[in-house]
């Protein structure tokens, strides 16, 4: 196989042995890599089977696709996977960045399966020869950073690469996440609480081999292509120069810049959070993940004041308003240490800055009182207090160990009216405020994983603002019957025409994660919507793999990962009653230029409508028809909905007879 390794790695913690067998070359055609594999692999072990996150039969799988380890841009991204995330309702799924997929593939794996629990703690070894468990009690209590350092250190090696979970993935953290390198977080779903259910401290890897290539030539061609339209995008500019943290000199003017548990949209201490601040006064240098052209990462370092000294290099927009303006905090070198302590903990920013937002909220409403918080002053601004309780969190101490079950879980357990602060969409912490960018908050709503900006939300929303329909489809470069524009589609503040475009984005997010390309080369990302496209990714993943993926292929494979995705929800009574917001962005937002903005649940109901007729989905209750299923190729799936009586009878569906859209199977075998 060519950009696949065709290997499997099969590791069965209950009985401590490791096996490997080969990736179906089927498979492999038919979900890609990553992400999309990884969903198949999980339905194959456990199909229809309800579970629960934290027993043994939960399976998590972690998947590199075929662009990885290559020259494509930005080629690092792989995914871990489960049935059962703790963070959400949903299954989990999570994707991170940096040098331990490529090694990975090296090592000549495109996909490790683990099953069943150890008993004590072990961690996963990996290199071209072999693969073994082996003892990790000497490594279990430490952090991310320490875990990395002593593993090179016993094997002697500063080449080698882990993937390891923290103190709070150990304590079960409901939103732990598992860091690569000890920089680079698969974030959200609780990966790391997964892990730590099943004793699995680290897996370290070190590979020598290559990444075949079917078609050099092509994928040179390929390069100088991708190449030529990501420098040509006009906005790539200001995320090589800032990365994300360019993201609050957009969302405060915009009205969506996350305050105080989302109580309003725009934050008074802003300033001191932009680049223009905060660069000449503590950025140090770039870097970069594999591949990658982009360089985000930015390196800060503190020479003043009680943080001096620290030096850190992994700052997202998500840290600056979670551990910034959503609890009410200006100063900026007290988010960069939240930063350090949430990656050597190994916990995720946005259920943790979430969780502690709640509880501040709740604490200013007089819900909660300094006898339920250990004696904290959870006064908005008190970054000290933010910061001791990321420790208290990750050890589950005292009040932390509240916390460590996210905001849903902590108000059902205390009750007092706290649940009407919890902000969150299928038990995971929203992103962000929706009022003034409604397109995000119906993506929000239908996402699969939960509230997810990297999943679906139609970047291309804020263009209404400065540009007319005709120039935004003429750049998206798509047919108008497949992604019709229109001025209420890109205008922020309606909710009208969203579902195509939505759908569009679903689908080629879903492609980015299998193929292991990063979603700031895309149209979602840095480059707006000149950026890596279906086209240009099939180019690569063709010229890689040797086989003809063209755009259309892609759209089909995007669609069929996303269609078992939610089937895979459906199995556990996620419907369309589910696909709904926090009661407060039903509020009118305070203040700021999006003031009296909310959304209508009337409208939010009509688009959640469309967006489904769209789908051709079953309108009633938001879950795929048989119909659809089918004709995806995914027969198998709609047979064992069918057993369980998930799947209604397939009705007539108005779109669906209309012969307004077609697909391209991809021929495969299922």
Not at 30 to 59: A, F, T
Not at 155 to 181: Q, R, W
Not at 272 to 285: A, Q
Not at 510 to 517: L, Q, T
């Amino acid at each position: 196989m060519y950009g696949w390794m065709g290997k499997i790695l099969e590791v069965d913690l209950t009985k401590a042995r490791v096996d490997e067998r080969p990736l179906p070359k089927s498979t492999a055609i038919g979900y890609l890599g990553g992400r999309g594999i990884n969903m198949r692999i999980i339905w194959d072990l456990l199909g229809p089977k309800r579970i629960d996150p934290l027993s043994p039969e939960n399976v998590q799988v972690i998947g590199a696709g075929p662009l990885i380890g290559t020259l494509s841009p930005a080629s690092g991204r792989f995914s871990i996977s489960a049935r059962r995330g703790t963070e959400s309702m949903t299954f989990g799924d999570s994707n991170a960045g940096g040098f331990w997929g490529p090694e990975l593939k090296y090592a000549g794996y495109d996909h490790i399966v683990l099953r069943g629990a150890s008993e004590k703690p072990v961690y996963l070894w990996i290199t071209d020869e072999y693969a073994e468990l082996r003892d990790a009690s000497h490594l279990w209590g430490k952090t991310t950073s320490e875990t990395d350092e002593i593993i090179k250190e016993d094997h002697g090696d500063s080449g080698i690469h882990t993937f390891c979970i923290g103190p709070a993935g150990e304590n079960l953290v409901k939103y732990a996440c598992v860091m690569a390198d000890a920089r680079r977080a698969a974030g959200r779903t609780g990966m790391g609480c997964v892990m730590g259910s099943k004793k699995l401290k680290a897996i370290a890897v070190r590979g020598t081999q290559g990444v075949k290539i079917a078609k050099p030539e092509q994928f040179e061609e390929a390069l100088r292509g991708v190449t030529e339209v990501f420098h040509n995008c006009s906005s790539i500019e200001n995320s090589i120069r800032y990365g994300t943290l360019i993201l609050p000199s957009y969302s405060n003017p915009g009205g969506h810049f996350t305050t105080r548990n989302s109580q309003t949209g725009t934050f008074e201490g802003a300033e001191k959070l932009l680049v223009d601040y905060v660069f000449p006064r503590y950025y140090l240098k770039d870097r970069a993940c594999f591949s990658c052209p982009v360089r985000c990462t930015k390196v800060f370092e503190i020479s003043d004041g009680p943080y001096k000294g620290l030096r850190y290099d992994k700052v997202e927009y998500n840290t600056t308003y979670s551990f910034g303006s959503n609890v009410g905090n200006d100063y900026w070198p007290a988010i960069l240490k939240a930063s350090e302590l949430c990656n050597d903990y190994g916990l995720h920013v946005d259920g943790t800055g979430f969780s502690i937002a709640w509880a501040m909220e709740c604490f200013e409403k007089g819900l909660l009182t300094s006898e339920d918080t250990d004696g904290l002053d959870l006064t908005w601004g008190n970054y000290e207090v933010v910061l001791t309780l990321i420790r208290k969190i990750a050890r589950r101490e005292g009040f932390g160990n509240i916390l460590a079950e996210g905001p849903k879980r902590a108000a059902e357990k205390i009750n007092r009216g706290t649940e009407k602060y919890v902000h969150s969409v299928k038990g995971m912490t929203l992103y962000g405020d929706m009022r003034a960018r409604q397109g995000w908050g119906l993506a929000y709503c239908v996402s699969t994983r939960g509230p997810d900006h990297l999943r679906g939300t139609p970047a291309i929303e804020f263009k209404g603002l400065y540009a007319s329909p005709e120039d935004v489809q003429k750049e998206l470069d798509e047919p108008p019957e497949e992604v019709p524009i229109t001025k209420d589609s890109i205008n922020p503040l309606s909710l009208k025409n969203k579902g195509p475009i939505i759908v569009w984005f679903e689908h080629l997010m879903a492609i980015a994660d299998s193929a292991g390309i990063c979603k700031t080369m895309t149209a979602w990302g840095g480059g707006g919507l000149g950026s890596l496209k279906f086209k240009e990714m099939g180019k690569l993943v063709s010229a890689v793999t040797g086989i003809d993926f063209s755009a259309s292929r892609l759209k089909t494979i995007g669609e069929r990962i996303y269609n078992l995705e939610r089937a895979m929800n459906a199995v556990d009574g996620i419907t369309r009653k589910d696909d709904v917001l926090p009661p407060r962005q039903y509020e009118p937002l305070p203040s700021g230029p999006r003031k009296g903005a909310r959304v209508d649940p009337e409208q939010l109901e009509k688009a959640k409508s469309e967006y489904y007729e769209w789908r051709e989905w079953d309108v009633s209750t938001g879950l795929p028809t048989r119909r659809k299923l089918e004709e995806l190729e995914l027969n198998d799936v709609a047979n064992e909905l069918d057993k369980i009586g998930v799947l209604r009878a397939d009705r007539q569906n108005r779109l669906a007879s209309s012969g307004r859209r077609t697909k391209n199977n991809s021929g495969v075998a299922t």
